[in-house]
C-alpha cells in the first residue's frame, strides 16, 4: 500500500523579534553604563615658607581726551602717533607684559584713537587690557 506523502512545509525562523530584544539590549546597556572618569589627579601641593604676598602692579592708563590726545598716566605725549604711543608703553612697562593696561576714551574723542590705542597695546603684546566706561549723571 502506498501513502501519499504529504507536503513538506518549509519552516523558517522568523529573526526580526529576536533583532527587537537585541537592540532593546543594547540601548538598555548603553543607558545604564556608568564611565568611570580616571582624569583627577591627587597632588600634596607644598607649602610656602615666606609670608611675602604678592604686589598689586598699577596699571598703565592711556587717557584719550575729546580732541584724541594721549595722555599715558597724566603725561601727554607731544606726538600723537602710534609709535610714539609704542615708545611711552615700552617705557612704562619695563618689559613686563603682564602689566595691566587701562584705557580710558572721552565719549567725543574720535573712534580712530582709541583704534590706534588698541593696536599699540595689541602690537606690543599685552595680555591684560580693560576698557572704561564713565556712567551717564541723571
Do not use: C
Not at 54 to 83: C, F, H, M
Request: charge should be negative; avoid cysteine; hydrophobic fraction near 45%.
Amino acid at each position: 500500500m502506498r501513502f501519499r506523502r504529504g507536503r513538506q512545509e518549509e519552516v523558517s525562523v522568523n529573526v526580526t523579534p529576536l533583532i527587537d530584544v537585541v537592540f532593546l539590549l543594547l540601548i538598555f546597556f548603553m543607558v545604564t553604563t556608568t564611565f568611570s572618569r580616571e582624569t583627577q589627579l591627587q597632588i600634596d601641593l607644598p607649602e610656602s615658607q615666606s609670608q611675602v604676598a604678592a604686589e598689586d602692579e598699577l596699571p598703565i592708563e592711556i587717557l584719550i581726551d575729546r580732541s584724541g590726545t594721549y595722555a599715558l598716566n597724566d603725561r601727554v605725549l607731544l606726538k600723537q602717533d602710534i609709535g610714539s604711543l609704542k615708545r611711552a608703553l615700552a617705557e612704562l612697562s619695563d618689559t613686563s607684559k603682564t602689566k595691566p593696561i587701562v584705557i580710558t576714551a572721552d565719549a567725543q574723542a574720535p573712534h580712530q584713537s582709541f583704534i590706534v590705542a588698541l593696536d599699540a597695546v595689541a602690537q606690543l603684546g599685552f595680555s591684560k587690557v580693560s576698557i572704561t566706561t564713565q556712567a551717564e549723571a541723571n
